[in-house]
């Protein structure tokens, strides 16, 4: 089969094609692989890699556009998943700058992981002499968040660093904020939460992608849903975010059960911005996506009530843990 590599020399892009035989393939992993390619077919190739145990996070890449821990991806796997291809073409991770071949630049991410501090400043009952213990329950809130490994397939992957990376941090970054943010031993969790609002937490576009990639099972998405609701309850509650977190759920518990756009808009964002929207909603309604009408409200959604009663249960239940 063709394996083709999507080349950087610094200058200029270009691809590289090898052709491998079964026997090339079968029992290796997908860093195997590409050792094999380098040390047989091409010495020029770079990529990155170290202890091929899944425990560095260095040789993660993509392969037909989606994001692999290179040592951990066996490649009868792999080419199941892509029902057997006669091609696979291996590039190197999304939203990261190249700097050669599969090699990107992790300088811009472990400046945004600076501003978050990764740190944790101890409370002040800790000492050198005492240590600073937690229970294992304690351990156990945050231990999937330990598991990151900095591999970057989940900044690969993300909607929201692809539309726009102006104005957004990767994944991972929060879920290593939530993580000294969570952890007990914490002094003040708002040390990591307020520069993960600060930097554009409220952006996250839902995808979910990350959490779908991630080859040890955390989900950054809901790291970053926990740090909102931290933000929310320490008063860091300005802004269209948390407004729109806020308007949706006034539309589920007093409002009908359904989304209104309309006024999830006016909420979350206000009228004046609103008014240089006019031409996006009068686009919408000729659509038919958008119905002026429900402004005021339509008929409950079937089920309301126990979507409401589901709601307050979860309410009384938070209260009650709260007050343990
Ligand atoms: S859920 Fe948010 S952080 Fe995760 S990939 Fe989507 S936009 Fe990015
Ligand atoms: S969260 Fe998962 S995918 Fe993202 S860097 Fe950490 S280990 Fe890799
Ligand atoms: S080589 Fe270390 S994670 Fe793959």
Not at 285 to 295: C, D, F, R, S, W
């Amino acid at each position: 089969m063709k394996i083709i590599i999507d080349r950087f020399n610094g200058t200029k892009k270009y691809e590289s094609t090898f052709e491998l035989s079964k026997d090339e393939l079968v029992g290796k992993t997908l860093l195997t692989v590409l050792l094999h390619i380098k040390q047989t077919k091409d010495i020029t190739l770079n990529f990155t890699a170290s202890c091929r145990s899944a425990i560095c996070g260095a040789c993660a890449v993509r392969v037909n556009g989606h994001s692999y821990l290179a040592c951990d991806t066996k490649m009868e796997e792999l080419l199941k998943e892509y029902e057997n291809p006669e091609i696979l073409r291996i590039s190197p991770l999304g939203n990261f700058k190249v700097i050669s071949d599969l090699v990107v630049d992790w300088e811009p991410s472990i400046e945004n992981l600076r501003k978050i501090k990764p740190s944790i400043t101890a409370k002040s009952e800790f000492s050198k002499e005492k240590g600073c213990k937690q229970t294992q329950a304690e351990f156990d809130r945050i231990s999937k968040q330990w598991d990151c490994i900095l591999c970057g397939c989940c900044a690969s992957e993300c909607s929201k660093l692809e539309a726009d990376q102006s104005d957004y941090m990767q994944p991972f970054v929060f879920t290593h904020a939530y993580r000294a943010a969570a952890d007990s031993r914490s002094k003040d969790a708002m040390i990591h939460v307020k520069p993960s609002v600060t930097n554009r937490l409220w952006n996250c576009v839902h995808c979910q992608e990350c959490a779908d990639r991630c080859p040890k099972g955390i989900s950054s998405f809901s790291d970053i849903s926990n740090l909102r609701v931290m933000a929310m309850r320490s008063g860091l509650n300005e802004g269209e975010g948390p407004g729109h977190a806020e308007a949706f759920l006034l539309d589920m518990v007093e409002g009908d059960g359904r989304l209104n756009e309309i006024k999830l808009a006016l909420r979350s964002e206000g009228v004046i911005k609103n008014m240089g929207k006019m031409d996006i909603a009068a686009n919408l309604m000729m659509a038919g996506k958008m119905n002026p009408l429900h402004i005021f409200g339509g008929d409950k959604i079937e089920g309301h009530d126990e979507l409401v009663k589901m709601i307050e249960a979860a309410r009384k239940a938070e209260k009650q843990g709260a007050m343990k």
